[in-house]
């Protein structure tokens, strides 16, 4: 298969379609990502939540073969500021600046405000891999010289794409997140038995305590209605509004969502008295279920956890789902079954300076995170001697 060398930029990723998007986004070789579709980024840009006036201005990337047909793609943005990434470089921002230097307008290949591990470079199954990541990392390159951007950064890749890429010259950094592995059980129960008595005594009390006073309802599909996500959006507001001032996306993005992706949300929500007080909203992917955001007006002990963790993993276990990933940060996962997983990240810096700068830091950062999951791992594993689960 004969692929063009032009890199075609688009705007919008509606112009280069779904059609030709997904092509490349279904590829056998990686598991369906909710996040990398068509559909997502698209609502993502419909809605107005990731366009340039919010500083996401998208720059997606496209090439095709000989017979003009979409062959690779790679989901980027043009940014303004470091919101909405989960990768933290404000620091590397921060030192650059001082000595002179703009680090904003950076490029940034990711899933806006999300998260989650998938494909970057997204390639048809019937394109060499190989030349077609060339030729998108070539453009995107490029690019940082068209918009006199300070670097380049691809956020949350897959494993053995954040490897290819380490080979290409980019600093490889690794962070952690906790997910849980589903070891084959047949029920939650099964899984609670995998674990030490204390931690079973816990997550037993904390999940009768939770539902003492609420009704717990699992949506997806067309059940989901815009009432529902009227009241989630509360949640979500209230919430993000708490934790850091400006929450990420609006009121038209669920509804889009609902439209367009219903079958692949899986939202769960409590009731109290007939009222919704809480909810959390996860994505379905073949074999992940995906922990987005979670929101509540009442304050119920433990109904976080029973929202956003122990429902994710019976749902989860009930479908035969590999793992739960339950979003950023939070080492209380670790005692509910979620153990310590890298995440990745790949950076171009076009200043020669900051670019050795910062793949010393990330050299020093891997070996630190490593260290600090072996020992999380070991020190505070909710699961029995022999009975934890293996995984990346």
């Given at each position: 298969?004969?692929l063009?060398s032009?890199?075609?930029?688009?705007?919008?990723?509606?112009?280069?379609?779904?059609e030709?998007?997904?092509?490349?986004a279904s590829?056998?070789?990686?598991?369906?990502?909710?996040?990398?579709?068509?559909?997502?980024?698209?609502?993502a840009e419909?809605?107005?939540?990731?366009?340039?006036?919010?500083?996401?201005?998208?720059?997606?990337?496209?090439?095709?073969?000989?017979?003009?047909?979409?062959?690779?793609?790679?989901?980027?943005?043009?940014?303004?500021?470091?919101?909405?990434?989960?990768?933290f470089?404000?620091?590397w921002?921060?030192?650059?600046?001082?000595?002179g230097?703009?680090?904003?307008?950076?490029?940034?290949?990711?899933?806006?405000?999300?998260?989650?591990?998938?494909?970057?470079?997204l390639?048809?199954?019937?394109v060499?891999a190989?030349?077609?990541?060339?030729i998108?990392?070539?453009?995107?390159?490029?690019?940082?010289e068209?918009?006199?951007?300070?670097?380049?950064?691809?956020?949350?890749?897959l494993?053995?794409?954040?490897d290819?890429?380490?080979g290409?010259?980019?600093?490889?950094?690794?962070?952690?997140?906790?997910?849980?592995?589903?070891?084959?059980?047949?029920?939650?129960?099964?899984?609670?038995?995998?674990l030490?008595?204390?931690?079973?005594?816990?997550?037993?009390?904390?999940?009768?305590?939770?539902?003492?006073?609420?009704?717990?309802?699992?949506?997806?599909?067309?059940?989901?209605?815009?009432?529902?996500?009227?009241?989630?959006?509360?949640?979500?507001?209230?919430?993000?509004?708490?934790?850091?001032?400006?929450?990420?996306?609006?009121?038209?993005?669920?509804?889009?969502?609902g439209?367009?992706?219903?079958?692949?949300?899986?939202?769960?929500?409590?009731?109290?008295?007939?009222?919704?007080?809480?909810?959390?909203?996860n994505?379905?992917?073949?074999?992940?279920?995906?922990?987005?955001?979670?929101?509540?007006?009442?304050?119920?002990?433990?109904?976080?956890?029973?929202?956003c963790?122990?429902?994710?993993?019976?749902?989860?276990?009930?479908?035969?789902?590999a793992?739960v990933?339950?979003?950023?940060?939070g080492?209380?996962?670790?005692?509910?079954?979620?153990?310590?997983?890298?995440?990745?990240?790949?950076?171009?810096?076009?200043?020669?300076?900051?670019?050795?700068?910062?793949?010393?830091?990330?050299?020093?950062?891997?070996?630190?995170?490593?260290?600090?999951?072996?020992?999380?791992?070991d020190?505070?594993?909710?699961f029995?001697?022999?009975?934890?689960?293996?995984?990346?």
């Amino acid at each position: 298969m004969t692929l063009t060398s032009a890199v075609q930029v688009s705007r919008r990723i509606a112009e280069i379609g779904r059609e030709g998007w997904d092509a490349c986004a279904s590829n056998p070789a990686y598991a369906a990502n909710p996040f990398t579709s068509f559909d997502f980024l698209d609502i993502a840009e419909a809605s107005g939540c990731a366009v340039e006036r919010q500083g996401w201005g998208p720059q997606h990337l496209s090439i095709e073969d000989e017979a003009g047909r979409v062959a690779a793609v790679m989901p980027l943005y043009l940014k303004s500021h470091s919101q909405g990434e989960y990768i933290f470089d404000h620091a590397w921002a921060d030192a650059y600046e001082r000595v002179g230097g703009a680090y904003y307008p950076k490029l940034l290949s990711a899933a806006p405000f999300t998260p989650a591990t998938g494909p970057r470079l997204l390639v048809r199954p019937d394109v060499d891999a190989d030349e077609a990541r060339r030729i998108l990392l070539g453009g995107a390159v490029a690019l940082t010289e068209r918009y006199e951007a300070s670097s380049l950064h691809i956020n949350f890749p897959l494993p053995d794409e954040w490897d290819w890429l380490g080979g290409q010259g980019l600093a490889q950094r690794q962070g952690q997140q906790y997910h849980w592995l589903n070891a084959g059980y047949a029920s939650f129960e099964d899984f609670l038995g995998a674990l030490s008595s204390g931690r079973r005594k816990t997550i037993r009390r904390e999940r009768r305590d939770a539902q003492a006073e609420v009704e717990i309802v699992c949506l997806t599909g067309a059940d989901i209605t815009e009432d529902h996500w009227d009241a989630f959006f509360a949640f979500y507001m209230d919430t993000g509004s708490r934790k850091w001032g400006r929450p990420y996306l609006n009121r038209l993005f669920f509804s889009l969502l609902g439209e367009r992706m219903a079958d692949r949300v899986l939202l769960v929500m409590a009731r109290r008295h007939g009222r919704w007080i809480a909810g959390a909203l996860n994505l379905i992917g073949d074999d992940c279920l995906y922990g987005r955001n979670w929101g509540c007006i009442e304050d119920i002990p433990f109904l976080h956890f029973e929202l956003c963790y122990y429902q994710a993993i019976e749902w989860a276990i009930g479908r035969g789902l590999a793992r739960v990933e339950a979003g950023a940060q939070g080492q209380h996962k670790i005692a509910r079954g979620y153990l310590p997983a890298p995440v990745r990240s790949a950076h171009f810096i076009v200043d020669p300076r900051l670019n050795a700068a910062v793949a010393d830091f990330c050299r020093r950062e891997r070996e630190a995170v490593q260290g600090e999951m072996e020992w999380l791992s070991d020190e505070y594993s909710p699961f029995r001697e022999g009975d934890g689960p293996t995984g990346d």
